[in-house]
Nanobody
Framework: QLQLVESGGGLVQPGGSLRLSCVASGFTFENYWMRWYRQVPGKEREMVAGISRTSRSTPYLADVKGRFTISRDNANSTLFLQMNSLKPEDTAVYYC????????????WGQGIQVTVSS
């Protein structure tokens, strides 16, 4: 059964750091691009970062570039998002997502994890 399970969210003060993890199962992880998205109530889900199969390409949302780093461990089927210098506006539910190779669209989502940046 295909699964994407996020962990590592929580409450952090402005300027702090968090590391999100997403453990994948039920498919050959190394064959897929992966992405992190986030969503706040009343707004559309937005792509935060993506990573190619070999980690060679890592596009980022402009607002997080230089603060967030996406990475992957293909041997352990795990996706990461290191978030530094967090701001209150980074508060959102963060989702791990698998990208369908032919269309470039997301074909499977994790359940999401809350990240709250507040003093």
């Amino acid at each position: 059964q295909l699964q994407l399970v996020e962990s590592g969210g929580g409450l952090v003060q402005p300027g702090g750091s968090l590391r999100l993890s997403c453990v994948a199962s039920g498919f050959t992880f190394e064959n897929y691009w992966m992405r992190w998205y986030r969503q706040v109530p009343g707004k559309e889900r937005e792509m935060v970062a993506g990573i190619s199969r070999t980690s060679r390409s890592t596009p980022y949302l402009a607002d997080v570039k230089g603060r967030f780093t996406i990475s992957r461990d293909n041997a352990n089927s795990t996706l990461f998002l290191q978030m530094n210098s967090l701001k209150p506006e980074d508060t959102a539910v963060y989702y791990c997502a698998r990208v369908e190779p032919d269309s470039g669209r997301v074909d499977y989502w994790g359940q999401g994890i809350q990240v709250t940046v507040s003093s």
